[in-house]
């Protein structure tokens, strides 16, 4: 590599070819998932591209990796939690009036609509500390805000939610 960036497509090019399998590889050793890996190690490009400005030559290698890896634990954090709420649910209805089940499901509907109309900037919050479980202060870190400004985001969300369903979430 060159030390000074002459083009940034070119750049990102030559970092993508020779890092691509090694992301890849290792994205799958810890998935387990040749699929999964392949849509995580282009996750980890974009962030790259999103980030190449505050990218040093002599780190982008470890930059990757660590992308790779801090993706690969919310996507895991990410299915844990929608399992855990699966499973609540199912578990809960086993013994439920099929009226029951209905509300339920009727309940879902709406509350993924009005999440849909919530901010996109407070809904990623919202998404992100409640779906993918992240502290406030792994979200300011993310997403290169202060805390105050996640909580407000969070709090907007709520609010919306509030008013839409009548009800805390």
């Known amino acids: 590599m060159k030390k000074h960036r002459i083009d940034a497509k070119t750049?990102?090019?030559?970092?993508?070819?020779?890092?691509?399998?090694?992301?890849?590889?290792?994205?799958?050793?810890?998935?387990?998932?040749?699929?999964f890996a392949e849509d995580l190690v282009q996750?980890?490009?974009?962030?790259l591209w999103e980030k190449q400005a505050d990218v040093k030559?002599?780190?982008?290698?470890?930059?990757?990796?660590?992308?790779?890896?801090n993706n690969f634990l919310k996507s895991r954090r990410r299915v844990k939690n929608e399992l855990k709420f699966r499973s609540a649910f199912f578990d809960n209805t086993e013994n439920k009036s099929p009226e029951y089940i209905m509300e339920m499901k009727e309940f879902d509907q709406k509350l993924q609509q009005v999440i849909s109309e919530i901010p996109e900037k407070s809904r990623t919050v919202f998404l992100m500390h409640r779906i993918d479980g992240m502290s406030y202060s792994e979200i300011a870190g993310n997403l290169q805000l202060s805390v105050k400004a996640?909580?407000?985001?969070?709090?907007?969300?709520?609010?919306?939610?509030?008013?839409?369903?009548?009800?805390?979430?």
């Open 57 to 69: 030559e002599e780190t982008v290698s470890a930059f990757l990796f660590t992308i790779a890896k």
């Open 150 to 169: 996640v909580e407000k985001r969070m709090s907007r969300a709520l609010a919306v939610l509030n008013e839409k369903l009548g009800k805390k979430i």
């Open 43 to 47: 996750d980890v490009f974009l962030r």
């Open 11 to 35: 750049w990102f090019k030559d970092i993508f070819n020779a890092n691509y399998e090694y992301i890849r590889n290792y994205l799958y050793y810890l998935s387990g998932d040749m699929e």
